[in-house]
């Protein structure tokens, strides 16, 4: 790569970071990148992975207030999480090139259709609004949703985030924030997971990896700063105006 190539990398890498933690699909950002420099899809697939995981641990990080109290479900959710993860990695590395495409649209619209209800779903299954914190509702969906989203994060991953909101307000009567919180943990689960196939069985661009590392730990922490500050309402909208983003660059391309 050079010079100007490896900034923008870099650029991509804080960017996609700093996107991953406040609604998730900063692999749109990232991959793209890649592939304008140089690096074949699979490839670049898996060196993206890789990179963004940092960055993913960096934002659960900088959610850790709202992750008080979830230690018992995160627990259960994250190997869940890790599972899915491990399955999807697998998929990638067997299933032809763009396998999902189909339902990956399907799939985001859905949970965008969640996240837009999510308030008046939450009061009908728990009987109280989204704002109270209490126990989870539907575990067998719950487990198989969060399965699902591994298995789609492990493969792709792009707008992962947007499905797990989704799924996750669905069945949590918690508030978007710390829903938002939990999101990061499973997400950083998932693509940690993958990477470690990913390094075990195939190539990884390494320089190209490091530069997203380091950007998207630095918009990791970005991220968290941002999102923690933004009321629910204008969260919720942030993440459909995204949600649609990828929706639309993912049937168009």
Not at 152 to 159: K, Q, V
Not at 166 to 187: C, D, M, P, T, Y
Request: no cysteine; aromatic share 4%; charged share 10%.
């Amino acid at each position: 790569m050079t010079g100007l190539e490896m900034a923008a990398v870099l650029i991509a890498g804080v960017a996609a970071g700093t996107v991953n933690t406040i609604v998730g699909s900063g692999t749109l950002i990232t991959f793209p990148v890649l592939l304008a420099v140089g690096y074949p899809p699979v490839l670049a697939n898996v060196t993206n992975t890789v990179g963004l995981t940092p960055g993913s641990v960096s934002g659960a990080y900088g959610y850790r207030a709202e992750l008080s109290g979830q230690r018992r479900r995160l627990v259960t959710l994250g190997l869940v999480s890790v599972l899915g993860g491990l399955t999807g990695a697998i998929l990638l590395l067997t299933l032809p090139a763009g396998a999902f495409r189909a339902i990956v649209p399907v799939l985001i619209a859905i949970s965008l259709v969640l996240v837009l209800l999510q308030p008046r779903l939450a009061r009908r299954l728990h009987g109280a609004p989204d704002q109270t914190p209490g126990g989870d509702r539907g575990q067998i969906g719950l487990h198989l949703g969060v399965y699902g989203s591994g298995i789609y994060g492990g493969y792709f991953g792009a707008a992962q985030g947007v499905l797990l909101v989704g799924l996750l307000g669905l069945f949590l009567r918690e508030s978007l924030q710390r829903i938002n919180g939990a999101k990061n943990v499973l997400a950083a689960l998932v693509n940690g997971t993958a990477a470690l196939v990913f390094l075990a069985v195939t190539d990884v661009a390494w320089r190209a990896a490091a530069l997203i590392a380091v950007g998207s730990v630095v918009g990791g922490q970005l991220g968290a700063s941002i999102g923690r500050r933004v009321p629910d309402l204008a969260l919720r909208a942030l993440i459909v105006v995204v949600g649609t983003s990828a929706i639309l660059k993912i049937v168009l391309d």
